[in-house]
T-cell receptor, first 114, second 113 residues
Framework: KAGVTQTPRYLIKTRGQQVTLSCSPI?????VSWYQQTPGQGLQFLFE???????NKGNFPGRFSGRQFSNSRSEMNVSTLELGDSALYLC?????????????FGPGTRLTVL | AQTVTQSQPEMSVQEAETVTLSCTYD???????LFWYKQPPSRQMILVIR??????QNATENRFSVNFQKAAKSFSLKISDSQLGDAAMYFC??????????FGGGTRLMVKP
């Protein structure tokens, strides 16, 4: 079974631009979560989608948004990029919402904002 | 809100020896779950071990085991017979429901041959 895939793997943007990252979960997984990883702030939860509905949202500004499609694939969008948005963005998928369910992580998208 | 703290930014262990990584957490929830994740240099995060807070028995997965002290809100990871492939960043994490993980700052484990 294929793992979680994220595209693109690397991205370079300039301040003020917007970016869209994509995540394809493991087949059959309906929950997708997004995390931002930076050296300074560590791993922080962005949002979670289940069956096309946003279930939870982390403490990020409105410039960060996401959505989930009927096939469970998810995208996150960051508008008006800032230098501080440079990070590794990780996507994770799981079968359901139970707290003990394992989340499977993708390789991440490395975003660099110049 | 949940918080997770890993007080050891870096640890090293000799190959074949045992090492313990520390983690403390704080939560107001009565039902929650704890995890240790490993992030090797390739960056793909993988689950090492999980513990349901309502279970008193410490979880074990082959060479990996935890020491879960609920009253002290402590959740340490013990790696026995350390191998070179164990070198990675290790993150302690918690959640109470859904898939909103709260991570600690991580511990970089180095394994010396």
């Amino acid at each position: 079974k294929a793992g979680v895939t994220q595209t693109p793997r690397y991205l370079i943007k300039t301040r003020g631009q917007q970016v869209t990252l994509s995540c394809s979960p493991i087949s059959g997984h309906r929950s997708v979560s997004w995390y931002q990883q930076t050296p300074g702030q560590g791993l922080q939860f962005l949002f979670e989608y289940f069956s096309e509905t946003q279930r939870n949202k982390g403490n990020f500004p409105g410039r960060f948004s996401g959505r989930q499609f009927s096939n469970s694939r998810s995208e996150m969008n960051v508008s008006t990029l800032e230098l501080g948005d440079s990070a590794l963005y990780l996507c994770a998928s799981s079968l359901g919402l139970a707290g003990a369910v394992e989340q499977f992580f993708g390789p991440g998208t490395r975003l660099t904002v110049l | 809100a949940q918080t997770v703290t890993q007080s050891q930014p870096e640890m090293s262990v000799q190959e074949a020896e045992t090492v313990t990584l520390s983690c403390t957490y704080d939560t107001s929830e009565s039902d929650y779950y704890l995890f240790w994740y490993k992030q090797p240099p390739s960056r793909q995060m993988i689950l090492v071990i999980r513990q349901e807070a309502y279970k008193q028995q410490n979880a074990t997965e082959n060479r990996f085991s935890v020491n879960f002290q609920k009253a002290a809100k402590s959740f340490s990871l013990k790696i026995s017979d350390s191998q070179l492939g164990d070198a990675a960043m290790y993150f302690c994490a918690s959640n109470n429901a859904g898939n909103m993980l709260t991570f600690g700052g991580g511990t970089r484990l180095m394994v010396k041959p």
